[in-house]
């Protein structure tokens, strides 16, 4: 019951898109500080964040629109 219940946490598009998005913030907002900052071209962390929250984002966006989608044909439906 606890595993199910986990899963469909972590398996949740809307949850995971804001993840997602918290990230991409964090980084993107780490490295225009850095950039104001910089004195020389370094590679940090917030980097990787910016790219891993990036193809976390292309990820659920089609997820998202299958939900939709879903959700369209059944007030179709309902309609009939």
Same mark, same amino acid.
């Given at each position: 019951m606890f595993i199910n219940t986990l899963k469909r946490i &972590?398996?949740?598009p809307y949850l995971n898109? @804001? %993840? #997602? *998005? @918290?990230?991409?913030y964090s980084g #993107? !907002? =780490?490295a225009w500080h850095e950039f104001n900052e910089m004195e020389e071209? $370094?590679?940090? %962390?917030?980097?990787?964040?910016? @790219?891993? !929250?990036?193809v976390y984002i292309l990820k &659920?966006?089609?997820e998202i629109f $299958? /939900? *939709?989608e879903n959700l !369209? =044909? /059944?007030m179709d439906h309902l309609k009939k």
């Open positions: &972590t398996r949740n898109i @804001l %993840v #997602a *998005l @918290l990230l991409f #993107a !907002s =780490e071209i $370094k590679v940090g %962390v917030h980097h990787g964040v910016i @790219l891993f !929250s990036f &659920t966006i089609p $299958k /939900g *939709l !369209s =044909e /059944g």
